[in-house]
């Protein structure tokens, strides 16, 4: 989002969650990929020489869900096998559907049961949402201890609101919902999340990476794109088809319910595109196909590898944004901007975890910095964004509106790294991202990883330092 841009998009948040907003977006051609190649000073500090691999013991998690026949409303049931490397004597989990920006349109996530062999009771905490709260924590008859495993099971109903773009909706024929089930809310090495939720257009959840296993049952007259590796559905049986994915290191799930038209395509890296439009769609899904495929390549060259098997995109109808998942987006306007943005995000909130309360730059101004890198005349950051007053760093309960949220952590973060790659130049930069992201891939990165990563480019460090992004005790301060 540029500077300029502010007024008419502070005008139109219809969007919760992360996006970039556009109002048209010009065509451009694709600029030449930068070079990654790693420098000897990234070699120097430690980085290291593959990607790192998710925790062997991360959570599984099995979801079915069941979409009614008037695609109003979901029901289904979670199971979690949770180890922790804490002592713990809950489970708590998140319910966006119920944050301040999100129930007001209709959206409401209720737990009507939770069963296990470990499990004393369930109760909600409010957490700043509307009721019945914002997280639901399941007891545990004794403490579980670190290493040790419990298996829980919740039932859940899921109320899908309409009237403007959210991770949850229904417009005509389309259902889609993300976050849509009680999202497990730990952090490793730091316990459970228990941040508020806030009036902003913007998420406030962290969750680890989890094996994870999606079920849909729909209409049989309807097509389901969602997180993870799809297979081909059964045959109908009562006038329902049931969909089935697999995704090993999903942070949360989304899923898009509609009469799609799908295209699949392969990028140069290998990765199965699918992308899905309504009828009559403002974008023809070629041309999405297209643009999906390109935008993973040219970020693969400045990031590397794609970090999933598959990527869906589902365009649905334009209510101006778009929100990303772990290899799913749900694309709400016919933009290439929001798109590239989204992609972006498959490697920073995807596969670099972040605290979104605390630490909600991790993944908007890095994925607004790619976007700009890898396609300049996107308009989303500007150098102007530089100048103004406030820290890209702050959490969320810091920024008074959701206008200020965009332009500091969106914009001026953005600006903020083109700037520190400015300082030290592209090749030294960009060796320092994908260190970056290499070693904190699947983790739940902190800004003391960030300035780790660039403890050799003291230069690009000033500048992240002055825009209030890293402080001086962050690591190596």
């Not at 794109?225 to 109908?236: K, Q, R, S, Y």
């Not at 290998?270 to 403002?282: E, F, I, K, N, S």
């Not at 030290?424 to 800004?447: E, H, K, L, M, N």
Request: aromatic content about 8%; glycine content about 10%.
């Amino acid at each position: 989002m540029t500077s300029r841009r502010v007024a008419a998009v502070a005008a139109a948040f219809l969007l919760t969650g992360c996006t970039s907003f556009a109002d048209t977006v010009a065509e451009r051609g694709r600029p030449p990929a930068a070079d990654p190649a790693p420098t000897p000073a990234a070699e120097d500090q430690g980085c290291p020489a593959e990607r790192a691999e998710p925790d062997p013991d991360r959570p599984e998690v099995s979801l079915d869900f069941v979409l009614a026949d008037d695609g109003r409303s979901v029901t289904g049931t979670e199971t979690v096998v949770f180890t922790p490397d804490l002592d713990v004597d809950e489970l708590v989990f998140r319910l966006v559907p119920n944050g301040p920006d999100s129930a007001p349109a209709g959206n409401r996530l209720l737990v009507d049961d939770v069963r296990g062999d470990d499990v004393a009771g369930g109760r909600y905490e409010g957490a700043g949402a509307a009721d019945p709260g914002g997280l639901y924590v399941v007891e545990l008859e004794d403490e579980l201890a670190a290493g040790e495993s419990t298996e829980v099971e919740l039932a859940f109903s899921l109320a899908l609101g309409s009237g403007g773009f959210d991770r949850f909706g229904v417009d005509g024929p389309a259902s889609w919902w993300a976050s849509g089930a009680p999202l497990l809310a730990w952090e490793p090495g730091a316990g459970w999340a228990r941040d508020p939720f806030v009036a902003l257009s913007g998420e406030t959840a962290s969750s680890p990476v989890a094996d994870t296993e999606v079920s849909v049952s729909v209409p049989e007259d309807l097509t389901v794109l969602m997180t993870g590796a799809v297979a081909e559905p059964g045959a109908p049986r009562d006038g329902r088809r049931t969909w089935t994915s697999t995704e090993p290191v999903a942070r949360d799930v989304a899923v898009a319910v509609g009469p799609f038209t799908t295209t699949e395509a392969t990028t140069a890296g290998g990765t199965r595109v699918t992308t899905g439009v309504l009828p009559d769609p403002d974008l023809p899904g070629e041309e999405l196909s297209a643009w999906t495929v390109a935008a993973v390549d040219d970020l693969e060259a400045l990031l590397g590898p794609f970090p999933y098997d598959t990527l869906s995109v589902a365009l649905l109808p334009d209510f101006g944004g778009g929100i990303e998942y772990p290899s799913m987006i749900l694309e709400a306007t016919p933009s290439r901007m929001v798109l590239v943005h989204e992609v972006a995000h498959q490697w920073f909130y995807g596969m670099v975890g972040n605290s979104q309360f605390r630490d909600p730059w991790l993944d908007e101004a890095f994925a607004s910095w790619a976007e700009a890198v890898v396609d300049p005349g996107s308009g989303l950051v500007s150098e102007a964004a530089l100048d103004l007053e406030g820290p890209v760093g702050a959490a969320m309960d810091q920024y008074e509106s959701s206008g200020r949220y965009f332009r500091l952590v969106y914009d001026k973060g953005g600006s903020a790294l083109l700037e520190a790659q400015r300082a030290v130049g592209d090749q030294a930069f960009t060796a320092a991202i994908r260190c970056y992201v290499d070693a904190t891939a699947w983790s739940i990165a902190t800004p003391d990883d960030v300035h780790r990563a660039m403890a050799d480019l003291p230069a690009a460090v000033d500048v992240l330092r002055a825009a209030g992004a890293l402080d001086a005790e962050d690591a190596g301060g």
